[in-house]
């Protein structure tokens, strides 16, 4: 299921079990899933504590929301970046993400242009 969506969003071919893509989906996605578990941490239950620095004892639930975080940015950014890389090389094999970023190019430089005036 990860290899069709990267193929049909990003046009990257998940190679093998070893593939970095499929690395950062499945480390991101249970990253994910951890985080959104209803009640996996007092601070769900009692939302002041998430005002307690990182050191705290029991403040573990932000140290591990860090790595979450971390995670859950390298599932999106590092597909999105190979796409960019392809769309730049030219050898993007589906327009989706590509047609979207492009349109966000040609935007950016029609404001540029407007505001230059």
């Known amino acids: ?6 193929d049909v969003t990003y ?3 998940i190679t093998g079990k070893n593939d970095p893509l499929l690395d950062a989906l ?3 996605t249970a990253a994910f899933r951890l985080a959104s578990y209803p009640g996996k941490f ?7 504590l998430r005002h307690i620095p990182d050191w705290f004892p029991g403040a573990n639930f932000k140290r591990l929301a860090k790595e ?3 995670a859950t940015f390298k599932m999106i950014d590092v597909p999105y ?3 960019k890389q392809d769309l730049v090389c030219y050898s993007m094999r589906t327009p989706w993400i590509g047609g979207l970023y492009q349109n966000c190019r040609v935007m950016e430089l ?8």
């Open 1 to 6: 299921m990860a290899g069709i969506f990267m």
């Open 11 to 13: 046009g990257q071919k």
């Open 26 to 28: 499945e480390d991101g």
């Open 42 to 48: 007092l601070v769900d239950l009692i939302p002041s």
């Open 68 to 70: 979450w975080e971390a």
């Open 81 to 83: 970046e190979m796409a």
């Open 110 to 117: 029609r404001m540029n242009q407007w505001f230059r005036r």
